[in-house]
């Protein structure tokens, strides 16, 4: 077994004297890193895997917001035409299993009902 030192993110949120608050990095959490070497496999694998997850989920998350801003702000035919964009990104988030599929659902009605009517 191989301890080593990640980098995670803590935070404190005072200063030494209490006032400003101010962030500093103040923890580092030791883990131990695998002797095996699917179990090496895994951990790169998994760590591919959450980065193309990462990416997937904050693509999908500015379609919708740029769905409901046309829907806010935009003519009705530019909210249908992000519309369909987020519609066509949320199922496509739900094949790859990024979403549930009612959670989807849910999120496509909410988006629907701000389009404007024409």
Request: net charge positive.
């Amino acid at each position: 077994m191989i301890l080593a030192y990640s980098a995670r993110a803590c935070y404190n949120d005072r200063t030494a004297s209490g006032f400003a608050p101010r962030r500093e990095y103040v923890c580092k959490e030791l883990v131990t890193t695998p002797n095996i070497k699917s179990a090496k496999k895994r951990v790169s694998v998994i760590a591919k895997k959450t980065q193309k997850n990462k990416m997937a989920r904050s693509s999908l998350k500015t379609t919708v917001k740029k769905a409901r801003l046309a829907a806010d702000n935009g003519t009705a035919d530019e909210a249908l035409a992000a519309y369909a964009d987020a519609q066509k990104a949320l199922d496509k988030a739900v094949s790859r299993g990024l979403l549930h599929k009612n959670t989807a659902a849910r999120r496509k009605s909410r988006l629907q009902r701000k389009i404007p009517k024409t």
